[in-house]
């Protein structure tokens, strides 16, 4: 009887080691798996921004073709007439210079202001400008790089106060054309209007005749590298960027732009920006 009260306690006590043993291999197990999963879940996630800086860099490749083979053909043809002493047509510099432009432009937008407004560091300007100024400069342009399309443009007769960055609102409007333009049939006219809303703001509206955006996507279409399901790549070039770096400037600018659209029908961006006090 001694001896068997001697041995209780002892194995309650090895059984009770035994148990929180038990327990601290679960949880050593339990901890391993939780390891385990963070581990394949931040691989993953690495992978996938590996894969879509690589689909990043390889769309802005492709796109950086579409402004560099005009340019390539300008100079070619002003090459050709300096060799044979022959006189360069009058629009060859001028139409150079713009392809450079639009050229810098489009890099400075990929590679300067994408990953600016990804890092929260891109800062613009509060001036006071009319702003038909930046508007017309941006169709304008339009204009002249695309001599067989037609763009209409209607704007108030007096000056439209409104405060913000000049820039940066030519820069939006004009990715907005070129929108409207890349998913325009060719004889389709692009409209172009500023005007006032109401007391506090002014508008820029950009329509097309186009394909129209699907009602199910319109609340993607800021989305980055966003491309409608109705525009294949191999018809519609682009990145898919747009949009989104529209959006963002115009935020920044303590604006708002917006979207309508019916597939089939064309397509509605309405810019708006606070007007100067």
């Known amino acids: 009887m001694k001896l068997a009260r001697r041995i209780e306690p002892s194995y309650e006590a090895l059984a009770a080691r035994l148990a929180e043993a038990q327990e601290e291999n679960t949880r050593l197990r339990q901890e391993n798996e939780r390891l385990a999963q963070e581990r394949a879940e931040r691989e993953a996630a690495e992978e996938e921004a590996r894969q879509e800086m690589r689909t990043f860099f390889a769309l802005i490749a492709h796109q950086l073709k579409s402004p560099l083979l005009p340019l ?8 050709r007439a300096l060799e044979r002493g022959t006189s360069v047509p009058p629009d060859t510099f001028p139409r150079t210079m713009r392809q450079a432009r639009r050229l810098g432009r489009l890099i400075e937008a990929l590679l300067v202001d994408l990953p600016r407004i990804e890092d929260g560091s891109l800062r613009v300007a509060a001036l006071s400008f009319d702003l038909r100024e930046p508007v017309r400069r941006a169709v304008g342009e339009a204009r002249l790089m695309l001599e067989s399309r037609t763009f209409t443009l209607h704007e108030p007769a007096s000056p439209v106060r409104v ?5 940066r609102v030519e820069q939006i409007v004009a990715s907005l054309v070129e929108n409207a333009v890349k998913y325009s049939p060719p004889e389709a006219p692009i409209g172009v209007r500023v005007i006032s809303e109401d007391a506090a703001s002014a508008v820029v509206i950009v329509e097309d005749r186009g394909i129209g955006i699907p009602a199910r996507e319109l609340g993607q279409v800021f989305t980055k590298f966003y491309r409608g399901s109705n525009a294949p790549s191999y018809l519609y070039r682009g990145l898919g960027v747009g949009l989104y770096l529209a959006h963002h ?18 397509t509605i961006c309405r810019l708006c920006i606070p007007l100067d006090a």
Do not use: F, H, K
Not at 72 to 79: I, K, N, P, Y
Not at 163 to 167: A, N
Not at 251 to 256: A, V
Not at 259 to 264: D, F, L, Q, Y
């Open 72 to 79: 390539e053909v300008s100079l070619m043809t002003l090459a």
């Open 249 to 266: 400037l115009a935020t920044l600018c303590r604006g708002r732009l917006s979207v309508e659209s019916v597939e089939g029908q064309g």
């Open 163 to 167: 405060r913000g960055d000049p820039e």
